[in-house]
């Protein structure tokens, strides 16, 4: 089972509103990854987490803040978001934190910002 | 600075046709992958390549590192309208724990 699942799907919200995105793996990997994408662009990494630890931050604003639960889950708790901050945002998992393992994606939840 | 890049950026074909993409970096990777993306959906990893010279073929996909490691290519048979979509290398580097997405690809085959 190569399946990584996030919910929901798509959300729209408030720029005053507080929202989490979720996203669960159960492939036993230790490293998961919160990525923000743009139409027809690359995937911008977030955050990393290796074995249920914070390890790369890569200068995200505070209003996004990542959470990992367990090693299966991993949220994203969104507050006073920007309507530049509308994307696709993708959860992956890899077996751990080693830069040559396979990334497994999610399907990605589309967020409008309003 | 962009570490891995692609080109071409955008690709319009007739179907029937061949096609390569090309992964280009000044660094040396452990490993290059490649994914598919179709609009709205999430990255689905398409191949991996360890070795320098490593050739993969995956139906009418052939995938090929470069001996020194450096580069990648993606070629494609006989496009079809389902190979439309986003392709991206991505890889870890040989130097370092980072893992960086090339520019992307963005490919639609007209039926």
């Known amino acids: 089972d190569t399946e990584v699942t996030q919910t929901p799907k798509h959300l729209v919200m408030g720029m005053t509103n507080k929202k989490s995105l979720k996203c669960e793996q159960h492939?036993?990997?230790?490293?998961m990854y919160w990525y923000k994408q743009k139409a027809k662009k690359p995937p911008e990494l977030m955050f990393v987490?290796?074995?249920?630890?914070?390890?790369i931050n890569e200068s995200v604003p505070s209003r996004f803040s990542p959470e990992c639960p367990n090693s299966s889950l991993l949220n994203l708790h969104l507050h006073a978001l920007q309507p530049e901050d509308s994307a696709l945002y993708l959860c992956?998992?890899?077996?751990?934190?080693?830069?040559?393992?396979?990334?497994?994606f999610g399907p990605g939840t589309r967020l409008t910002v309003t | 600075t962009q570490l891995l890049e692609q080109s071409p950026q955008f690709l319009s074909i007739q179907e029937g046709e061949n096609l390569t993409v090309y992964c280009n970096s000044s660094s040396v990777f452990s490993s290059l992958q490649w994914y598919r993306q179709e609009p709205g959906e999430g990255p689905v990893l398409l191949v991996t390549?360890?070795?320098?010279?490593e050739v993969k073929k995956l139906k009418r996909l052939t995938f090929q590192f470069g001996d020194a490691r450096k580069d990648s290519s993606l070629h494609i048979t006989a496009a079809q309208p389902g190979d439309t979509g986003l392709y991206l290398c991505?890889?870890?580097?040989?130097?370092?724990?980072?893992?960086?997405f090339g520019t992307g690809t963005s490919l639609t085959v007209i039926p």
């Open positions: 492939m036993g990997h230790r490293a």
């Open positions: 390549v360890v070795t320098g010279g």
């Open positions: 987490y290796s074995y249920e630890k914070l390890s």
């Open positions: 992956a998992s890899s077996q751990d934190n080693d830069s040559g393992n396979e990334q497994y």
């Open positions: 991505a890889g870890g580097s040989n130097t370092g724990n980072q893992f960086y």
